[in-house]
């Protein structure tokens, strides 16, 4: 038996009813608005967290398991991968069978395969079981923003999602942090464990609150062929961004596979054109602003997840931080993203959604061009008020692309719509590493045998400079065993100066591509079927 409530929706044409006459009030815990974001809160920050957590315990990983580096590369590509391709299906599955159940089966899924994790003894069972950890991840994701949508009023909707949106934030500025401390106290193995009591809390607390709420007029049937198309295309893409930086860019494995995404995006949009009830309604992005939200979370995840790639290495292998120093170094962008987020869910209920986006992004474009002017000796101050200009910027774009693609969508359809919010930012994440990552590849490889000549140190083979081209796109600098402290010092200055010079050009262009969000976000607006899920339970 689970609770449910039925509810009319309305299409994007339509105008919405404020409170829908059919919706049932909530009483008690049950359906309560509050306690329903505090129970999805807890699902999405295991989610979120593992997105970056798990890059701490790597080394561990490595070490304790034997593994070669490409392999544990795979530990990250194979979650976010997974993550990337399910997403939209996933909140088929939900708009089909109800919120509530996909969202506790997404719960108890991850926090399984995280236990699972932790008892593997081999290189094979832990990328196996984070590949798992990223379908349930996928489950659990769209549907707490469908829980959202469907149990707050409309003029609570931003304030939630605000909310929401700061645990991700929180969550994915902090995972290093917390992988940091788990991994050098305890072992590589709690940074899993630590899901499973989470994932506990979240079963309980769901089963006792959460109410589920299924649209009157929810799809029917599943578009097998569509949701085969997709992950095809989505696959296509993001392998082909995953492996750019190893391939290279002018490869012909890459081109294929994007060429293979392009194919597998036109295919399925012919379907969606002809099957009855469509994985993705292509009549949803007729709604402008609902595709400039999607557009806008890319560009947001580009600046944002590309940026902090680089600002890790610079903090861990230019400044010499350990990884909690480096953690603590990012508290002003985590914190930030604490305070700014509901503060911005705040204005937008106030003001609409166009003129906090267009600052936020303003102030993001303002954060990575102040990032481009870091130097090897730049002082924590000047650091802390670039990364907290980056985090004020960044919470009101998290909220209000959020409401803007979730608010525009028909109710039915929440949870397609909280699987593209998603997926977007999966994409732009892989987009900003991969292009921010050939341009740091470039710039370094351009400049680096100049700046190795200038300092008076031996020339290198062809050979050698690759892979000293290599270290030094991460920060470090290519000492052999033996070399004199002398010359340990000149290639050690070579290498973070050419680091700083790369890194400079990769925020430039990511302050570019975040200035072009600001025009984007103009074309926004509040979404017109937000107040579909009103009244569905009573503050």
Not at 251 to 260: E, N, Q, R, V
Request: one cysteine or more.
């Amino acid at each position: 038996m689970t609770s449910q409530t039925t509810i009319k929706t309305t299409g994007p044409g339509d105008r919405a009813p404020a409170a829908p006459s059919d919706a049932t009030p909530a009483k008690g815990l049950r359906g309560h608005p509050w306690f329903t974001l505090i129970t999805v809160a807890v699902g999405v920050m295991m989610v979120a967290l593992d997105g970056t957590i798990v890059a701490i315990a790597n080394p561990a990983i490595q070490k304790d398991l034997g593994a070669t580096f490409a392999e544990v590369q795979w530990i990250t590509n194979g979650y976010f991968l997974a993550l990337a391709v399910a997403l939209i299906t996933a909140g088929k599955l939900g708009d089909r069978f109800g919120h509530r159940q996909t969202f506790l089966i997404g719960v108890v899924g991850f926090a399984a395969a995280s236990g699972a994790i932790g008892l593997s003894s081999s290189i094979a069972a832990v990328v196996t079981f984070r590949v798992l950890q990223g379908l349930f991840g996928a489950l659990l994701m769209p549907a707490a923003l469908g829980l959202l949508r469907a149990t707050f009023p409309a003029e609570k909707l931003n304030m939630a999602i605000g909310i929401w949106g700061m645990v991700i934030g929180a969550s994915t500025a902090g995972g290093p942090i917390l992988g940091g401390v788990l991994v050098e106290h305890v072992n590589w193995q709690s940074v899993f464990f630590i899901n499973v009591p989470v994932g506990i809390l979240a079963v309980v607390l769901g089963v006792v609150i959460l109410l589920d709420h299924r649209a009157e007029n929810a799809p029917r049937s599943f578009d097998i062929l569509g949701i085969a198309l997709l992950s095809a295309a989505m696959f296509c893409l993001v392998w082909a961004l995953i492996k750019a930086p190893e391939w290279g860019w002018g490869d012909g494995k890459t081109w294929l596979f994007i060429a293979g995404s392009v194919v597998g995006f036109v295919l399925f949009a012919f379907w969606e054109t002809r099957v009855k009830e469509p994985l993705i309604p292509l009549a949803l992005f007729r709604s402008v602003p609902l595709s400039a939200g999607v557009v806008l979370m890319v560009l947001m995840a580009i600046a944002f997840m590309g940026g902090l790639f680089f600002v890790t290495f610079y903090l861990q292998n230019v400044h010499g931080m350990s990884p909690i120093d480096a953690g603590l170094h990012l508290l002003p962008l985590t914190g930030m993203m604490i305070v700014g987020s509901p503060l911005a869910g705040a204005m937008i209920t106030k003001f609409g959604p166009r003129v906090p986006l267009a600052g936020g992004m303003a102030l993001t474009a303002i954060a990575m061009y102040g990032m481009s002017t870091l130097e090897t000796d730049t002082g924590s101050g000047i650091m802390s008020v670039w990364f907290a200009l980056l985090g004020l910027g960044l919470a009101p774009v998290m909220v209000g692309a959020t409401e803007v693609i979730v608010g525009n969508a028909p109710m039915e359809l929440s949870g397609v719509a909280g699987g593209l919010q998603q997926a977007a930012m999966q994409i732009g994440g892989s987009l900003g590493t991969a292009v921010l990552g050939a341009v740091m590849a470039s710039k370094v490889d351009s400049d680096l045998a100049g700046n190795w000549t200038s300092a008076g140190l031996p020339p290198l083979t062809a050979a050698q400079e690759a892979q000293a081209s290599e270290a030094v796109q991460v920060g470090v600098a290519p000492l052999a065993p033996g070399t004199p402290d002398a010359i340990a010092a000149k290639i050690t200055d070579v290498a973070h100066d050419t680091f700083i010079s790369g890194m400079s050009l990769a925020s430039l262009v990511a302050a570019g591509v975040a200035v072009v969000a600001v025009f984007v976000a103009f074309l926004t607006k509040r979404g017109e079927n937000a107040e579909a899920g009103a009244g569905a339970a009573h503050i």
